[in-house]
């Protein structure tokens, strides 16, 4: 598969969520934006603490302990020269519950709206790890969706982040199926959760990392 070049997006950070899972690697892509060209890399600074906070109050508290959240990496998107950041104050940073965990590969699709209409401006994001006290049968159980639900909205709620006002946004980096020149993110306003299980095949052993 072709490596797709690097595409701007003014204004904003792209925030990958590094865990580790019964030795495998796995990621939460995000993207907060904000109305200015530029993010300074101490907002990215406070954002990385913020983020932590939010995973070790509705992250943790809702995956096993073989969860582990590593390290948090920022990227700046407005130009391909930009900065990266590592950040790893307070981590790593383990799940809480002593439960038994679905194959890794089990997962549940969060979806995150804008007040925007079409796929450019809708979602998705993948549960890191599902504990088997979230299913029942072949979907996510009621105790299930509202954790997720909550996380999600919780994590929409990170936001006014230092000057720049950071917000967590969908980022478009096509249009009919053209690569655009300049992406574009528009900011996250609701959260659902799909209750059918979903499957990231790359998360199992020997097909990821």
Known sequence: MATRPF????????????YSIFNQKCENVFYFTTPELLVPIADAIVLGGKLVDWAGGHIMTAVSNAVILQSIKFTDMSS??????????GLPLAGNLETTTAPLNVT??????????????TGRNYWPAMVNSFITGNQLNSTGI?????????????????????????ASFVVDKALRAIGIATPVTSIAVDNNLDSQRRRLTARGQ
């Not at 391909?80 to 104050?89: A, F, R």
């Not at 997720?148 to 006002?165: C, N, Q, R, W």
């Open 108 to 121: 549940a699709a969060i979806r995150m709206g804008t007040n925007e209409r079409g796929r450019n401006f």
């Open 146 to 170: 509202t954790a997720l639900k909550t996380a999600y909205e919780a994590l929409m709620a990170v936001s006014g982040i230092g000057p720049t006002d950071l917000k967590l946004a969908v």
């Open 7 to 18: 595409i701007p997006i003014p204004g904003t950070v792209k925030v990958e969520m590094r």
């Open 80 to 89: 391909k020269s930009g900065w990266s950041l590592e950040y790893t104050t």
